[in-house]
T-cell receptor
Framework: NAGVTQTPKFRVLKTGQSMTLLCAQD?????MYWYRQDPGMGLRLIHY???????AKGEVPDGYNVSRLKKQNFLLGLESAAPSQTSVYFC?????????????FGPGTRLTVL | AQTVTQSQPEMSVQEAETVTLSCTYD???????LFWYKQPPSRQMILVIR??????QNATENRFSVNFQKAAKSFSLKISDSQLGDAAMYFC?????????????FGQGTRLTINP
Protein backbone atom coordinates (compact mmCIF):
# COMPACT_ATOMS: atom_id res chain seq x y z
CA ASN A 1 0.00 0.00 0.00
CA ALA A 2 1.21 3.49 -0.86
CA GLY A 3 -0.85 5.04 1.95
CA VAL A 4 -1.52 8.73 1.33
CA THR A 5 0.20 10.35 -1.64
CA GLN A 6 0.23 13.97 -2.77
CA THR A 7 0.91 15.51 -6.16
CA PRO A 8 2.93 17.63 -6.80
CA LYS A 9 5.66 17.76 -4.13
CA PHE A 10 6.70 21.33 -5.00
CA ARG A 11 5.09 24.15 -6.94
CA VAL A 12 5.78 27.81 -7.60
CA LEU A 13 2.93 30.05 -8.72
CA LYS A 14 2.57 33.67 -9.61
CA THR A 15 -0.08 35.76 -7.89
CA GLY A 16 -3.44 35.22 -9.55
CA GLN A 17 -2.63 31.84 -11.07
CA SER A 18 -4.70 28.79 -10.27
CA MET A 19 -3.73 25.23 -9.45
CA THR A 20 -5.04 21.98 -8.02
CA LEU A 21 -3.35 19.75 -5.48
CA LEU A 22 -4.21 16.06 -5.62
CA CYS A 23 -4.41 13.75 -2.65
CA ALA A 24 -4.91 10.02 -3.11
CA GLN A 25 -5.28 7.24 -0.57
CA ASP A 26 -5.47 3.51 -1.10
CA UNK A 27 -6.70 2.52 2.37
CA UNK A 28 -10.43 2.79 1.60
CA UNK A 29 -10.75 5.60 4.14
CA UNK A 30 -14.00 7.52 4.43
CA UNK A 31 -12.58 10.73 5.83
CA MET A 32 -10.06 13.01 4.14
CA TYR A 33 -8.58 16.31 5.21
CA TRP A 34 -6.48 19.18 3.89
CA TYR A 35 -4.18 21.12 6.24
CA ARG A 36 -1.71 23.92 5.80
CA GLN A 37 1.44 24.36 7.82
CA ASP A 38 3.06 27.76 8.19
CA PRO A 39 6.42 28.48 9.87
CA GLY A 40 6.17 28.51 13.65
CA MET A 41 2.63 27.21 13.61
CA GLY A 42 0.99 23.86 13.84
CA LEU A 43 -1.17 22.45 11.08
CA ARG A 44 -4.50 24.15 10.48
CA LEU A 45 -7.47 22.46 8.87
CA ILE A 46 -8.60 23.97 5.56
CA HIS A 47 -11.38 21.63 4.39
CA TYR A 48 -12.41 18.09 5.05
CA UNK A 49 -14.68 15.39 3.66
CA UNK A 50 -16.68 12.74 5.50
CA UNK A 51 -17.30 10.67 2.38
CA UNK A 52 -17.47 10.61 -1.40
CA UNK A 53 -19.34 13.61 -2.73
CA UNK A 54 -19.20 15.57 0.54
CA UNK A 55 -17.03 18.47 1.65
CA ALA A 56 -17.04 20.85 4.60
CA LYS A 57 -15.12 23.91 5.76
CA GLY A 58 -12.42 23.73 8.37
CA GLU A 59 -10.59 26.44 10.28
CA VAL A 60 -9.11 28.42 7.36
CA PRO A 61 -11.19 27.73 4.21
CA ASP A 62 -11.07 31.14 2.50
CA GLY A 63 -9.39 31.15 -0.90
CA TYR A 64 -9.62 27.37 -1.33
CA ASN A 65 -12.10 24.97 -2.86
CA VAL A 66 -12.21 21.19 -2.66
CA SER A 67 -13.86 18.28 -4.35
CA ARG A 68 -14.28 14.59 -3.51
CA LEU A 69 -15.68 13.00 -6.64
CA LYS A 70 -14.06 9.66 -5.91
CA LYS A 71 -13.63 8.10 -2.48
CA GLN A 72 -9.88 7.71 -2.90
CA ASN A 73 -9.17 11.26 -4.11
CA PHE A 74 -9.47 14.66 -2.47
CA LEU A 75 -8.59 17.72 -4.53
CA LEU A 76 -7.63 21.14 -3.19
CA GLY A 77 -7.95 24.06 -5.56
CA LEU A 78 -6.64 27.60 -5.49
CA GLU A 79 -8.57 29.73 -7.99
CA SER A 80 -6.47 32.89 -7.66
CA ALA A 81 -3.30 32.30 -5.68
CA ALA A 82 -2.06 34.92 -3.23
CA PRO A 83 1.32 35.23 -1.46
CA SER A 84 -0.47 34.51 1.84
CA GLN A 85 -1.14 31.02 0.54
CA THR A 86 2.56 30.21 0.48
CA SER A 87 2.71 27.22 2.79
CA VAL A 88 3.22 23.50 3.06
CA TYR A 89 0.00 21.60 2.43
CA PHE A 90 -0.73 18.24 3.99
CA CYS A 91 -3.46 15.80 3.15
CA UNK A 92 -4.64 13.20 5.66
CA UNK A 93 -7.20 10.41 5.76
CA UNK A 94 -8.91 8.25 8.35
CA UNK A 95 -11.26 5.30 8.15
CA UNK A 96 -13.79 6.63 10.58
CA UNK A 97 -13.65 8.28 13.97
CA UNK A 98 -13.69 5.18 16.12
CA UNK A 99 -11.88 5.02 19.42
CA UNK A 100 -8.74 3.66 17.83
CA UNK A 101 -8.88 5.65 14.63
CA UNK A 102 -5.93 7.70 13.48
CA UNK A 103 -5.30 10.20 10.72
CA UNK A 104 -2.64 9.17 8.24
CA PHE A 105 -0.72 11.98 6.59
CA GLY A 106 0.79 12.41 3.15
CA PRO A 107 4.33 13.75 2.63
CA GLY A 108 3.21 17.33 1.95
CA THR A 109 3.35 19.81 -0.94
CA ARG A 110 5.47 22.94 -0.68
CA LEU A 111 3.73 25.79 -2.48
CA THR A 112 5.31 29.18 -3.08
CA VAL A 113 3.26 32.07 -4.45
CA LEU A 114 5.31 34.95 -5.81
CA ALA B 1 -12.34 26.91 21.48
CA GLN B 2 -9.79 24.22 21.98
CA THR B 3 -6.17 25.34 21.93
CA VAL B 4 -2.91 23.44 22.19
CA THR B 5 0.28 25.07 23.45
CA GLN B 6 3.84 23.80 23.20
CA SER B 7 5.99 26.22 25.15
CA GLN B 8 9.36 24.82 24.06
CA PRO B 9 10.22 25.86 20.48
CA GLU B 10 13.48 23.89 20.63
CA MET B 11 14.96 21.15 22.78
CA SER B 12 18.20 19.21 22.60
CA VAL B 13 19.41 16.04 24.29
CA GLN B 14 22.46 13.83 24.27
CA GLU B 15 22.11 10.54 22.50
CA ALA B 16 20.96 7.75 24.86
CA GLU B 17 19.57 10.20 27.40
CA THR B 18 15.95 11.02 28.22
CA VAL B 19 14.06 14.12 27.17
CA THR B 20 10.56 15.39 27.95
CA LEU B 21 8.53 17.61 25.64
CA SER B 22 5.72 19.67 27.15
CA CYS B 23 2.21 20.27 25.93
CA THR B 24 -0.81 21.92 27.50
CA TYR B 25 -4.28 22.26 26.11
CA ASP B 26 -7.50 23.99 26.85
CA UNK B 27 -10.90 22.36 26.49
CA UNK B 28 -14.29 22.19 28.13
CA UNK B 29 -14.98 18.71 26.82
CA UNK B 30 -14.64 15.66 29.03
CA UNK B 31 -14.01 13.02 26.39
CA UNK B 32 -11.27 13.59 23.84
CA UNK B 33 -8.04 12.21 22.45
CA LEU B 34 -4.52 13.54 22.47
CA PHE B 35 -1.69 12.70 20.11
CA TRP B 36 1.98 13.28 19.56
CA TYR B 37 3.14 13.42 15.95
CA LYS B 38 6.72 13.40 14.69
CA GLN B 39 7.71 15.32 11.57
CA PRO B 40 11.23 14.50 10.30
CA PRO B 41 12.91 16.54 7.54
CA SER B 42 10.98 14.48 4.99
CA ARG B 43 7.91 16.42 6.23
CA GLN B 44 5.90 13.22 6.68
CA MET B 45 3.67 13.41 9.75
CA ILE B 46 4.12 10.22 11.77
CA LEU B 47 1.94 9.23 14.69
CA VAL B 48 4.08 8.57 17.76
CA ILE B 49 1.58 7.92 20.52
CA ARG B 50 -2.09 8.36 21.37
CA UNK B 51 -3.92 8.88 24.68
CA UNK B 52 -7.64 8.58 25.36
CA UNK B 53 -8.78 11.09 27.98
CA UNK B 54 -11.03 8.59 29.74
CA UNK B 55 -8.07 6.32 30.44
CA UNK B 56 -6.10 7.17 33.56
CA GLN B 57 -3.19 4.95 32.58
CA ASN B 58 -0.49 6.72 30.63
CA ALA B 59 0.12 5.42 27.11
CA THR B 60 3.48 3.90 26.19
CA GLU B 61 4.99 2.84 22.87
CA ASN B 62 8.44 1.32 23.25
CA ARG B 63 10.78 4.22 24.15
CA PHE B 64 7.96 6.77 24.04
CA SER B 65 5.61 7.44 26.93
CA VAL B 66 3.31 10.21 28.05
CA ASN B 67 2.51 11.89 31.33
CA PHE B 68 -1.18 12.73 31.06
CA GLN B 69 -2.51 15.02 33.77
CA LYS B 70 -6.17 15.57 32.93
CA ALA B 71 -6.97 18.03 35.71
CA ALA B 72 -3.96 20.14 34.80
CA LYS B 73 -4.65 19.70 31.06
CA SER B 74 -1.08 18.64 30.50
CA PHE B 75 0.20 16.00 28.09
CA SER B 76 3.99 15.65 27.98
CA LEU B 77 6.01 13.22 25.88
CA LYS B 78 9.01 11.39 27.31
CA ILE B 79 11.56 9.88 24.96
CA SER B 80 13.91 7.43 26.65
CA ASP B 81 17.27 6.28 25.29
CA SER B 82 17.22 9.01 22.63
CA GLN B 83 18.46 7.99 19.19
CA LEU B 84 19.72 10.09 16.30
CA GLY B 85 16.64 9.10 14.33
CA ASP B 86 14.44 10.80 16.91
CA ALA B 87 15.58 14.21 15.67
CA ALA B 88 12.49 15.93 14.26
CA MET B 89 9.71 18.41 14.90
CA TYR B 90 7.22 17.06 17.41
CA PHE B 91 3.62 18.22 17.42
CA CYS B 92 1.08 17.75 20.15
CA UNK B 93 -2.51 17.52 18.90
CA UNK B 94 -6.01 17.45 20.36
CA UNK B 95 -8.78 15.64 18.56
CA UNK B 96 -12.30 16.91 18.53
CA UNK B 97 -15.31 15.64 16.64
CA UNK B 98 -17.47 18.14 14.79
CA UNK B 99 -20.37 17.22 12.52
CA UNK B 100 -19.28 13.61 12.43
CA UNK B 101 -15.71 14.32 11.40
CA UNK B 102 -12.66 14.24 13.60
CA UNK B 103 -10.51 17.35 13.54
CA UNK B 104 -7.04 17.71 14.94
CA UNK B 105 -5.93 20.93 16.59
CA PHE B 106 -2.14 21.17 16.63
CA GLY B 107 0.35 22.95 18.82
CA GLN B 108 3.15 25.04 17.36
CA GLY B 109 5.70 22.25 17.53
CA THR B 110 9.00 21.57 19.30
CA ARG B 111 12.17 20.99 17.32
CA LEU B 112 14.19 18.20 18.93
CA THR B 113 17.92 17.90 18.28
CA ILE B 114 19.87 14.80 19.28
CA ASN B 115 23.55 15.42 20.03
CA PRO B 116 25.86 12.46 19.33
Amino acid sequence: NAGVTQTPKFRVLKTGQSMTLLCAQDMNHEYMYWYRQDPGMGLRLIHYSVGEGTTAKGEVPDGYNVSRLKKQNFLLGLESAAPSQTSVYFCASSYFWTVTDTQYFGPGTRLTVL
Amino acid sequence: AQTVTQSQPEMSVQEAETVTLSCTYDTSESDYYLFWYKQPPSRQMILVIRQEAYKQQNATENRFSVNFQKAAKSFSLKISDSQLGDAAMYFCAYRRVIQGAQKLVFGQGTRLTINP
